[in-house]
C-alpha cells in the first residue's frame, strides 16, 4: 500500500507539472497566433470525396482479386474514367459540400467556418447541399451564437443544410445543430442539453479570515453581479438568475424558430438524449452516422470536402501538439482507474 501511495502521490506531481508546462506553452501559443487568427489568414482546401471513395474502393477489389484478374480489372476502371472525361457523364449533378466543426468552449473554429460558408455561397445553388459534421458540447453563449449566424447565412440562401452527429451536439452544439433544415444523429450521439449553467468561485470568507480586504468599484448598479473576491449579495445572486434565464429564453426561442412543431417546454429543461431518445421527442430527423449518409448522397451527387486550414506558427503548432501529448496521458489515465467510463 505504501508502494502505491508513493505512485499515486508521484503521478499527481507529475500531472501538476506538465499542466502549468501546458499552461505556459499556451500563453506563449496564444500570444504568437494573436497576429494571424485575428485577419483569418489560411488556405482554402477542397476534395471530392466521390473520388476518394472510388479509390478506396478500387484498391479493396485490386487486393481481393487473383493476380490474374486484377489486370483486367484496372483495364475496366481506365475505360470507365474515359468514359466520364469524354462526356458520358458530363451531365452536371447536384452538389454537397461538407464542412466539419468540433468546437470547444468558445468555439473558436468559427474562424474556419466563416471562411467555409463563404467560399462555399460563391458558388452554390439551391439545388445543392451542405452537411456539417457537427461535435461539439457547448460553451459560451455568444461564441455559439456567432456560429449558428454562419449556418443561418447557407438557409437565408435557399440553399439544403443538414446537420449530423456523430458524437455530441448538446447545449451550443445544438443551438447550431437547430439551424438546420434537417439532423441527423448517430444512435449514440449525446443530444439537447438546452439549458444554460454559469459558476465561479468564491474566496471572500477566506480572505476575511486572513485580514485581506477587496475593494470593487462600478459605476451601475448591476455592472458586477457576482464576484471571485467580493462578498456577493442576494441582490447580485438574484440578477445574475434573471440574466440566466434571459439566456435560456433566448436559447429556447431559436430553438423554437426553426422546430416550431418540438415541445420546448418538454426538451428545454438541460437533459440530454441519445439518438434513438432524441429521434422519439423531436430533437432530430434520423437515426444514422455520417458516413453512411454521406456514402448515399454520393449515389447520385458530387460530395466536396471544405476545409478552411488556418496558418499557424511554431508556437501555435508546438502548444497543439503538447496539448494533444498531455490529453492522451491523461485518456490511459482514467481509462486504467476505471474501463466502463462513458461520456
Same mark, same amino acid.
Given at each position: ?6 505512485? !499515486? ?9 506538465? $499542466?502549468? =508546462?501546458?499552461?505556459?506553452? &499556451? ?23 466521390? %473520388? ?44 454537397? $459540400? =461538407?464542412?466539419? @466543426? ?14 467555409? +460558408?463563404?467560399?462555399?455561397? %460563391? +458558388? ?5 447541399? +451542405? ?15 456567432? !456560429? ?16 449530423? =452527429? ?21 444512435? $449514440?450521439?449525446? #443530444?439537447?442539453? #438546452? ?14 479570515? /486572513?485580514? #485581506? ?10 455592472? /458586477? ?8 449579495? !442576494?441582490? &447580485?445572486?438574484?440578477? @445574475? ?6 439566456? *435560456?429564453?433566448? $436559447? ?13 417546454? /418538454?426538451?428545454?429543461?438541460?437533459? *440530454? ?31 466536396? *470536402? =471544405? *476545409?478552411? !486550414?488556418?496558418?499557424?506558427? @511554431?508556437?501555435? /503548432? ?11 496521458? #491523461? ?13
Amino acid at each position: 500500500m505504501e508502494v502505491l501511495t508513493e505512485i !499515486a502521490i508521484f503521478l499527481f506531481k507529475m500531472l501538476i507539472v506538465v $499542466f502549468g =508546462v501546458v499552461l505556459i506553452i &499556451g500563453a506563449i501559443a496564444r500570444s504568437a497566433r494573436r497576429g494571424d487568427s485575428e485577419d483569418g489568414a489560411g488556405t482554402l482546401r477542397v476534395k471530392k470525396l466521390n %473520388e476518394r471513395w472510388k479509390k478506396t474502393a478500387l484498391a479493396m477489389k485490386y487486393a481481393l482479386l487473383p493476380k490474374k484478374r486484377r489486370k483486367a480489372l484496372l483495364a475496366d476502371e481506365k475505360k470507365r474514367m474515359a468514359a466520364e472525361q469524354g462526356g458520358l457523364a458530363a451531365v452536371r449533378r447536384p452538389r454537397v $459540400f =461538407v464542412v466539419d @466543426f468540433d468546437g470547444n468552449v468558445r468555439a473558436s473554429q468559427v474562424t474556419s467556418l466563416r471562411e467555409e +460558408v463563404s467560399a462555399i455561397l %460563391e +458558388v452554390a445553388s439551391p439545388g445543392d447541399e +451542405v452537411v456539417v459534421r457537427l461535435k461539439s458540447p457547448g460553451g459560451l453563449v455568444y461564441s455559439y451564437g456567432l !456560429a449558428a449566424c454562419q449556418l443561418e447565412r447557407v438557409r437565408e440562401r435557399g440553399v439544403r443544410l443538414t446537420a449530423v =452527429v456523430d458524437q455530441v451536439a448538446a447545449s451550443g452544439g445544438y443551438m447550431m445543430a437547430v439551424v438546420a433544415d434537417r439532423i441527423i444523429a448517430a444512435p $449514440f450521439a449525446v #443530444i439537447g442539453s #438546452i439549458g444554460v449553467v454559469a459558476g465561479i468561485p468564491n474566496f471572500n470568507r477566506w480572505m476575511k479570515k /486572513r485580514d #485581506i480586504d477587496y475593494e470593487l468599484m462600478t459605476a451601475g448598479r448591476h455592472k /458586477r453581479t457576482l464576484t471571485v473576491f467580493g462578498e456577493n449579495t !442576494a441582490e &447580485g445572486r438574484q440578477k @445574475f438568475q434573471e440574466e440566466l434565464d434571459s439566456a *435560456h429564453a433566448l $436559447f429556447k426561442a431559436h430553438v423554437v424558430k426553426y422546430r416550431p412543431s418540438l415541445d420546448v417546454e /418538454r426538451v428545454a429543461t438541460g437533459e *440530454h438524449w441519445y439518438g434513438q431518445e432524441a429521434l422519439t421527442l423531436g430533437l432530430v430527423d434520423r437515426v444514422s452516422t455520417s458516413d453512411d449518409y454521406l456514402r448515399e448522397l454520393g449515389q447520385s451527387q458530387d460530395v466536396y *470536402h =471544405v *476545409h478552411w !486550414a488556418l496558418k499557424r506558427r @511554431f508556437g501555435d /503548432r508546438l502548444g497543439v501538439a503538447v496539448e494533444g501529448a498531455v490529453g492522451r496521458v #491523461i485518456d490511459r489515465l482514467m481509462a486504467t482507474s476505471d474501463e466502463r467510463r462513458l461520456p
